[in-house]
């Protein structure tokens, strides 16, 4: 078997529908990448809690399991799985103008080949003050090390704006939330009049890689998690080698 052939297989199995439900079926099965989820989850959950009767939604639910703690939200996915409620296209919502309360987004935004579609959508679909969450690859010292060198999937801080599809989760590129929320800001600004870039919060230094992800052991213990949360608030922690980021994004009223 030659390289293009074995990239090839590699392409369809990591867009097989098993191979979500099976990453969903490992993050369940870990404590700690559970408890990473679960953190990570603690800002859907805090704008659900702001307005109860809202309608939330998570694009690319696959591999999460968000909707087994806030049952109320609906989630889809761009393929067609059991465990969501919707599958649709990121680019292309079916929901009407200003329906939404906020969307929310789990490592999903890079792999979005054209994401200024998605930000027209989210700007039409969203209710003036409605949000859009996502966590993403950070862009810090370590992380872009890390993914360039360790990491499957491409990172290109030099990247444009799309790149060209293959499939749901075999194509990407990791620096697309940098692209378009920190290296063109105000590229982002004028593309996207109505949206407002809020907050962006680096984190998850240690734990993530300590945790072994979906494809790695654990290295440490789940019990150990707060220990290395508490690493993670030392000054320039998080700074210098957060893995992943927080991106607020709200749509102005």
């Not at 559970?34 to 990570?40: A, H, L, N, Q």
């Not at 292309?92 to 309360?101: A, T, W």
């Amino acid at each position: 078997m030659n390289d293009k052939e074995i990239k090839h297989d590699s392409e369809k199995f990591l867009d097989d529908t098993k191979t979500s439900l099976h990453h969903r079926e490992i993050i369940l099965s870990k404590p700690l990448l559970k408890k990473i989820y679960i953190d990570w989850y603690q800002n859907f959950i805090d704008e659900v809690k702001k307005n109860p009767g809202g309608k939330y939604v998570e694009i690319g639910s696959g591999g999460g399991f968000l909707k087994d703690i806030l049952p109320r939200v609906i989630t889809s996915d761009i393929l067609p799985l059991p465990t969501v409620d919707m599958k649709f296209s990121a680019e292309e919502m079916p929901f009407q103008n200003n329906e939404l309360d906020a969307i929310f987004m789990i490592n999903v935004f890079h792999h979005i080949p054209r994401p200024y579609l998605f930000f027209r959508e989210a700007e039409r679909c969203l209710k003036p003050g409605g949000k859009i969450i996502m966590v993403e690859p950070a862009h810090t010292p370590l992380s872009k090390f890390i993914y360039q060198k360790f990491h499957p999937e491409p990172f290109d801080p030099k990247g444009e704006w799309e790149f060209t599809y293959s499939g749901p989760l075999s194509s990407s590129n990791q620096a697309l939330p940098y692209i378009y929320m920190i290296r063109d800001r105000k590229k982002f600004a004028s593309e996207f009049p109505l949206l407002t870039i809020e907050k962006i919060q680096t984190h998850t230094a240690v734990v993530y890689t300590l945790s072994g992800g979906v494809s790695r052991s654990s290295l440490v213990p789940a019990w150990s998690y707060s220990f290395w949360k508490a690493v993670e608030k030392i000054p320039g922690v998080n700074q210098l080698g957060g893995m992943f980021s927080t991106f607020i994004i709200s749509k102005k009223k």
